[in-house]
C-alpha cells in the first residue's frame, strides 16, 4: 500500500499502480492518498491500548502542505484542503514561511528565498523552512506570533470543515489525529489549533500524533493480507 499525494483521481491510481509493479515493487499493490494512512496508524495505537476508535475522526496533516481528511463510523469520507503551494496550502510550513517572506520578517535565511510564480519544488522547500525560525521567535521578533495565529486559525478551519461535511454535532466528540513536522513537533501551533477548535465548539478527545504515518500503509497491506487470505 503506498500513500501518495495527488492521487484523488481513480485514473491516476491505476496507472500508478501498474507502474509500481511493472517495476517489482510487489505483485499486488494499492495506492492510497497521503493522509488516511495516518489514520489507520492511529487505529492501530488505540487497539493496542485496548481502545475502541470513536467517530467522527479528522487528521489534520500540516508539514510542507496541509490538509484535513475525515471519516465517519460508517466510512464515509470528506477532505478540505490539500490544494498545493499554487493555493497556498493554509497553515503549512509554507504559508507560515511564504507569511514571514512577504512581511520582511528579519530571519536568517530569508535572504536566500524568493516568491516563485511557477512554484518551483526548490524554492518551495525553502520558504517552508522559514517556518521553523518562525516558530522559534515567536516571542521575540515583531510579527511571528501574528504568523503563527493565522496559521493555527486556518487549520483549525480545514478540520471544522471536515467534521460539519461529516455531520459531527457541538456536543459530540471529535478524535483529532494530526501529522507532519508542524504539528508533531510545534505544541504552541498544535495547542493554538486546538483551542480555536474548542472556541468553534468541536471537543477534540483525544488527539493522536501520529509521526510516521507512513506505519499506517503497512497496517493496511496486512488488512489486505487478511481479507484475501
Known amino acids: 500500500v503506498a500513500g501518495i499525494a495527488g492521487t484523488g483521481d481513480p485514473t491516476r491510481r491505476a496507472a500508478l499502480e501498474a ?8 505483485q499486488h499493490i494499492r495506492v492510497t492518498d497521503d493522509v488516511s494512512p495516518a489514520w489507520r496508524a492511529a487505529e492501530a ?4 491500548q485496548h481502545l475502541k476508535p470513536t467517530y467522527p475522526a479528522v487528521v489534520l496533516a500540516s508539514g510542507t502542505g496541509s ?11 470528506a477532505r ?4 498545493g503551494p499554487a493555493q497556498g496550502d493554509p497553515g503549512s510550513a509554507y504559508a507560515i514561511g511564504l507569511a514571514a517572506l512577504r512581511a520582511g520578517l528579519d530571519l536568517p535565511a ?15 522547500a525553502a520558504i517552508a523552512k522559514l517556518a ?14 501574528d504568523i503563527l495565529d493565522q496559521a ?15 455531520s459531527a454535532s457541538a456536543s459530540q466528540p471529535v478524535t483529532l ?19 480555536r477548535l474548542q472556541r468553534r465548539g468541536i471537543d477534540t478527545q483525544p488527539i493522536i500524533q501520529i509521526i510516521e504515518p507512513v506505519a499506517g500503509s503497512v497496517y493496511r497491506a496486512i488488512d489486505e493480507l487478511n481479507q484475501n487470505a
Open 19 to 26: 507502474e509500481l509493479i511493472r517495476h517489482g515493487l510487489a
Open 45 to 48: 495505537r488505540l487497539q493496542a
Open 67 to 77: 490538509l484535513a481528511w475525515g471519516i465517519d463510523q460508517a466510512g464515509n469520507t
Open 80 to 83: 478540505a484542503g490539500g490544494l
Open 110 to 124: 530569508i535572504s536566500q528565498c524568493k516568491i516563485s510564480e511557477t512554484f518551483d519544488a526548490a524554492d518551495v
Open 132 to 145: 521553523q525560525a518562525v516558530i522559534e521567535q515567536a516571542d521575540t521578533l515583531p510579527g511571528a506570533r
Open 152 to 166: 493555527a486559525d486556518d487549520l483549525a478551519a480545514l478540520a471544522q470543515s471536515v467534521a460539519i461535511k461529516l
Open 177 to 195: 489525529v494530526v501529522t507532519g513536522s508542524l504539528l508533531t513537533r510545534c505544541d504552541l501551533l498544535l495547542n493554538s489549533v486546538r483551542a
